[in-house]
């Protein structure tokens, strides 16, 4: 079960604090006598003198008053300090927080029906025997979530110079729960010399509490709900994720160089697509944890970005990484890009295959805006039949299999996928149709292009002049990318070109979706690898021509007008501006797509080609070498 985002209300939280309140100030906790050990030492030795009388099983009450304790750090001053004030408040308000989630629990249980039932009347047989499990399990989540927050929230400092003890949980209830972690933190912050040490020792505390009730967690299946709650309350920098105890510091900023649109010459469709995939990730809604342009159909998941080496593929990553971060600035939502490379690949079996999966659940995480990228994916996975990849690659190649478009895959429209390199054939084919959409990144192509990337790379600092040419005119995005589709209407590799000239000559005609198919069906007949995945991708590229909306600046500048709109209405907004699709966008997509595939298959043949023909020109060489030797007498095999 997923639940996605669960809203907790302020009021919710507030409704709460009294009971956190007089739980501090005074609360009658009943304790465990421990066991009598003496502090003096026998002589001659180090071991202390312990009772045979056994007194596990006796019982006292204590009086814990956690405020006084806090304010006792500095007897001589009646002023709470920042640091005390800050143990105080943020153990009042975790333990209402924790009190609140609760209370979700709850209702996504048979819990509160329940508690109802046993109000009126007192619960018996079975439905006692589960009420006073899932109070249990809730007591379980209380302590679980105020424990959770205090280790978040508290602020991080040195480590304490003392070591807890470990705490005595008590899962009865929720207020018993709370009663006993109250009391182990007054144990634990007795006698702290300074408020660094006080909240150190606090903060280990928390964490303690957190891995002793994980020791318990297989007692609790009724937790099922709790794992799969997702909560951030934005006013406290807190997240509550299920049973996650992922240690998470304050988000940093990325650190990267980043570029703008016309800082990239060329690559007119690859630019203006990455410029669309910005936008559409950012009408990703976190409380319902989809994207409407995944509902709506267009959502670009994956993509691979193939071109000679030189030709602006790293300027496109940097491109698309600045336009979501400025984007994500703007709204207040966390931004994660992140980068798998060949660095990540392990000599421990199993190793890779964990980075990579470590890397996918970073980006796919439901919480941010994600953007993960794998450059040079020939070096970083292998193809299946080549046996002379490490079994690192063959383990990142399966996991990213997997990831992209598995069993298990779940698109929220969160996030996205860019693979690129610069010998895509080298690629597994498998792995390759796994990515949605083909960008090719073939750099500056006309002399407009080469003129403009000479007047942008070199300067402003020369009184050169420019000359007969309107500089960054041919990169107008809108004419540029017009042109560049129109280009499709035509195939551009050989291999194709023959496939649509044997169907044209033998009457084929494209009007309708028979004709398409027909159409598709030779296209396979040429090209085996022009699979059931290949007509997926296509039509997936043509609904995202559809979407292919422009979404008005002005929803990005302030979040406002778009990008904090409820879900219902982020649908109706984009779905407003959907246009129908067309057979021209059908056709100049198979062929982009098709292009791709024969490419590929020509850089393929062209290397084996290549490769068998310096083969037999060192045979020959080598040949020649050893008449040589063999005349000279100097050849002994």
Not at 254 to 274: C, R, S, W
Request: hydrophobic content about 40%; some cysteine.
């Amino acid at each position: 079960m997923d639940v996605g985002l669960t809203t907790l209300r302020e009021e919710d939280i507030s409704a709460h604090i009294p009971t956190a309140q007089a739980m501090l100030q005074r609360s009658a906790v009943v304790v465990a006598e421990k066991g009598t050990k003496s502090k003096t030492a026998l002589a001659g030795t180090r071991r202390r003198f312990v009772s045979t009388v056994g007194s596990g099983g006796r019982q006292r009450t204590a009086d814990v008053r956690l405020l006084d304790a806090i304010s006792a750090i500095t007897p001589e001053d009646t002023m709470l300090s920042l640091g005390q004030h800050s143990l105080a408040f943020r153990m009042r308000r975790g333990m209402a927080v924790g009190l609140a989630v609760g209370d979700v629990f709850a209702k996504n249980t048979e819990l509160e029906n329940l508690a109802s039932e046993n109000r009126s009347s007192p619960l018996s047989g079975d439905k006692a025997t589960l009420f006073h499990k899932l109070m249990a399990a809730q007591a379980f989540v209380c302590l679980f979530t105020a424990a959770s927050y205090l280790s978040q929230t508290l602020e991080p400092g040195s480590d304490s110079a003392s070591k807890p003890e470990e705490p005595d949980v008590d899962l009865d209830t929720p207020h018993e729960a709370f009663k006993m972690f109250i009391y182990g933190l007054d144990q634990t912050i007795n006698g702290a010399p300074d408020d660094g040490e006080m909240l150190a020792r606090a903060r280990e505390y928390a964490r303690l509490t957190q891995e002793a009730l994980l020791t318990r967690q297989r007692r609790f299946p009724e937790l099922a709900a709790f794992e799969a709650m997702h909560i951030r309350l934005d006013a406290d920098d807190f997240e509550l994720n299920g049973i996650d105890t992922a240690a998470r510091g304050k988000s940093k900023p990325l650190v990267m160089t980043f570029k703008k649109p016309d800082e990239l010459i060329g690559n007119h469709i690859a630019k203006y697509q990455a410029m669309k995939l910005a936008k559409m990730l950012m009408a990703y809604d976190f409380d319902r944890q989809l994207n409407p342009f995944v509902e709506l159909g267009g959502f670009l998941f994956s993509f691979i970005g193939d071109g000679n080496p030189g030709t602006g593929k790293t300027t496109l990553i940097q491109m698309i990484a600045g336009l979501i971060n400025d984007y994500c600035t703007m709204a207040g939502y966390t931004f994660h890009y992140e980068n798998f490379g060949v660095d990540q690949i392990s000599s421990y079996q199993g190793k890779s295959g964990q980075n990579c999966r470590q890397f996918v659940t970073n980006v796919m995480d439901a919480r941010v805006i994600g953007f993960g990228t794998v450059d040079d994916i020939d070096q970083v996975a292998a193809k299946r039949s080549d046996d002379r990849a490490s079994a690192g690659q063959q383990e990142i190649t399966a996991v990213l299999m997997e990831s992209l478009s598995g069993a298990n895959t779940v698109i929220r429209g969160n996030c996205s996928f860019g693979m690129f390199s610069n010998y895509p054939e080298n690629v597994d084919d498998a792995l390759r149709q796994r990515a949605g959409a083909r960008w090719l990144v073939d750099g500056p192509q006309t002399v407009d292009d080469y003129i403009d990337i000479f007047a942008l790379l070199l300067g402003k600092n020369h009184d050169i002049k420019l000359g007969k040419h309107k500089l960054y005119a041919a990169q107008e995005i809108r004419k540029a990318v017009q042109t560049a589709y129109a280009d499709f209407d035509e195939p551009q590799e050989a291999g194709m070109v023959e496939v649509a000239k044997h169907f044209k000559k033998n009457g084929g005609k494209l009007n309708n979706l028979t004709d398409v198919g027909t159409y598709l069906h030779a296209i396979k007949e040429a090209e085996p690898r022009f699979t059931g995945r290949a007509i997926k991708n296509i039509t997936d590229a043509v609904k995202m021509r559809a979407m292919d909306v422009e979404l008005p600046d002005e929803w990005f500048e302030t979040p406002e007008p778009f990008l904090h709109k409820p879900y219902d209405d982020k649908l109706a907004m984009i779905g407003e501006l959907r246009s129908p699709i067309s057979m021209d966008m059908v056709v100049q997509e198979v062929h982009r797509y098709a292009d791709s595939e024969f490419r590929y298959t020509d850089k393929s043949d062209d290397a084996a080609v290549t490769n068998l023909i310096r083969d037999q020109r060192i045979r020959e060489r080598a040949a020649g070498e050893i008449t040589e030797l063999k005349d000279k007498g100097q050849w002994s095999a």
